[in-house]
């Protein structure tokens, strides 16, 4: 399947000939489905990149592996790329955490978006980050605000990651 390239997103057509994006979709909820295409973020294309189910061009070019995961690197994301491709291995639903300021929301297994709620927030974070009290303490309070753990993902130099389930507690 082919995907262009633009800024931050990648994009699939949807034609009458092609009915793979629309199952990349709703089978395995990759991406936003829109009137005519496909759109994916940078990480989920870099993901379906690396399993061999996406081709991906710039400028009618295609695109390397090396040159996606520069691309990614350039944009300050490889620890989250990392984080979601562990999770997506795992068999994990992912999609994007933004608007409760965590980088993902996690649904479990067999669960979606419109099939159940996700369980938790995922914050990605690096060995080496100092993480002030009182944004951590909102991070788990957003969480639990919205009836979700927080589950911190913890990038290490050796690019291993420990995840960390925080959940709220009243004394």
């Known amino acids: 399947m082919r995907g262009d390239l633009f800024d931050e997103i990648v994009t699939i057509p949807v034609d009458e000939n092609?009915?793979?994006?629309?199952?990349?979709?709703?089978k395995s909820h990759f991406g936003q489905l829109k009137e005519d295409r496909l759109e994916l973020s940078l990480i989920e294309a870099g993901y379906l990149m690396e399993n061999n189910r996406l081709d991906i061009y710039e400028n009618d070019e295609k695109c390397e592996n090396s040159y996606i995961i520069s691309l990614i690197k350039q944009k300050d994301i490889f620890g989250k790329f990392l984080v979601y491709s562990d999770l997506k291995n795992r068999g994990y639903v992912i999609k994007t955490g933004f608007k409760y300021g965590s980088e993902f929301r996690l649904y479990d297994r067999g669960l979606a978006p419109g099939k159940g709620h996700s369980n938790y927030l995922v914050k990605v974070v690096y060995e080496k980050y100092n993480i002030d009290a009182l944004d951590f303490a909102s991070y788990v309070?957003?969480?639990h605000g919205v009836n979700k753990n927080l589950l911190l993902a913890v990038v290490d130099d050796d690019l291993d990651i420990t995840?960390?389930?925080?959940?709220?507690?009243?004394?």
């Open 18 to 26: 092609s009915r793979r994006p629309i199952a990349l979709h709703e």
């Open 141 to 143: 309070r957003v969480s």
């Open 163 to 171: 995840y960390y389930n925080i959940e709220w507690t009243r004394p």
